[in-house]
């Protein structure tokens, strides 16, 4: 299903129809058409229907800029404005810090002082945890620990990494590296817990499949914690769910169309035939994809452990490079 969505975010592009153009005329001075009339003679020409890729964005666009507005919402940090927004009923805008920022440092600081700076203190522990000295072929999982890394990893080197970092500098300079870093080692006492209580609620499967993540722990642990809470039971499994669910979104999105798209672009400057089909490119990513999920998680991360320790060298080298080249 991922590989046939990303197939079709890919061709929804190559489906728009462009707008004839009218010959240039022999003229110094050329009059452009205003893009209100340049809209409703695109739209004339696609029969009175938007592309479907202009449909697609429109209704995401609708419902991102709703949750958007929640889930950045900026925390002012002048008490003064809060107070004066407070007596007027209305809730203080303006400068400040994303919600979702604020939210996940205070968090992982808690974690870091709760858990006596464990990002610390194991960290080499999990270099040979990573390196296989705790490795029992005759335990129970599907994956080893190297390979789950690299299956970790497969996500998050390039949108993370790249992505991210090149869009938090443009943004607010380099500056914003020093923050980064910061938020990434208090962030690495946050995964531990994640990781940690994924270990403590997994479920193995009379077959040997493994089965856990945040869809177990939330509804288990919290009915754990508060056995006589309805409450509290009913609030883990909404949890677990909604979870679930804004994971398959997240994963289609950024797992999987977000990235292909960009790799389109880059590829299409060597290969432009492609970018000019992009349906093309598409259905070669949807068949290469499509053959690695297919066998599971245990095919992932025999892929993944191929692949993934060359693709984080070269991204090492690159930026390496890109150091020495600008000093």
Request: with cysteine; glycine share 10%.
């Given at each position: 299903m991922a590989a046939v969505l990303m197939f079709l975010f890919l061709n929804s592009g190559s489906m728009t129809l462009e707008?004839?153009?009218?010959?240039?005329?022999?003229?110094e001075t050329v009059q452009k058409t205003p893009p209100e009339s340049q809209a409703a003679a695109k739209e004339l020409e696609h029969g009175g229907f938007k592309s479907i890729e202009l449909k697609i964005d429109g209704a995401f666009k609708k419902f991102n800029d709703k949750i958007g507005n929640v889930i950045f919402y900026r925390v002012p940090l002048n008490m003064e404005q809060v107070k004066e927004a407070f007596a007027k009923g209305q809730i203080a805008e303006g400068k400040g810090v994303p919600l979702a920022v604020l939210w996940l440092v205070i968090g992982a600081t808690y974690f870091?002082?709760?858990?006596?700076?464990?990002?610390?203190?194991?960290?080499?522990?999990?270099?040979?945890?990573?390196?296989?000295?705790?490795?029992?072929?005759?335990?129970?999982?599907?994956?080893?620990?190297?390979q789950a890394l690299t299956a970790a990893l497969s996500a998050t080197v390039g949108l993370g990494n790249i992505a991210g970092v090149a869009i938090a500098?443009?943004?607010?300079?380099?500056?914003a590296m020093f923050w980064m870093m910061l938020a990434g080692l208090l962030g690495m006492t946050s995964k531990?817990?994640?990781?940690?209580?994924?270990?403590?609620?997994?479920?193995?499967?009379?077959?040997?499949?493994?089965?856990?993540?945040?869809?177990?722990?939330?509804?288990?642990?919290?009915?754990?914690?508060?056995?006589?809470?309805?409450?509290?039971?009913g609030l883990g499994k909404v949890l677990a769910i909604l979870f679930a669910v804004l994971c398959i979104g997240g994963s289609l999105a950024g797992g999987n169309a977000f990235q292909v798209k960009?790799?389109?672009?880059?590829?299409?400057?060597?290969?432009?035939?492609?970018?000019?089909?992009?349906?093309v490119y598409g259905l070669i990513m949807a068949f290469f994809v499509g053959i690695v999920i297919i066998g599971g998680i245990?095919?992932?991360?025999?892929?993944?452990?191929?692949?993934?320790?060359?693709?984080?060298?070269?991204?090492?080298?690159?930026?390496l490079a890109i150091i020495v080249l600008n000093i």
């Open positions: 707008a004839s153009q009218a010959p240039a005329q022999e003229s870091t002082f709760r858990m006596n700076f464990i990002n610390i203190r194991a960290f080499k522990h999990s270099i040979l945890l990573v390196m296989g000295k705790y490795d029992n072929p005759e335990d129970e999982g599907e994956v080893t620990h190297f500098i443009a943004t607010g300079g380099p500056g531990f817990g994640e990781c940690t209580l994924a270990q403590i609620y997994r479920r193995i499967n009379p077959d040997g499949r493994v089965m856990g993540g945040p869809m177990c722990y939330l509804s288990e642990g919290l009915q754990e914690q508060f056995p006589t809470n309805a409450f509290m039971k960009q790799s389109l672009g880059a590829v299409a400057e060597t290969i432009p035939v492609l970018g000019e089909h992009s349906w245990r095919s992932i991360a025999r892929t993944t452990e191929k692949i993934v320790p060359l693709m984080c060298g070269i991204y090492i080298l690159a930026c």
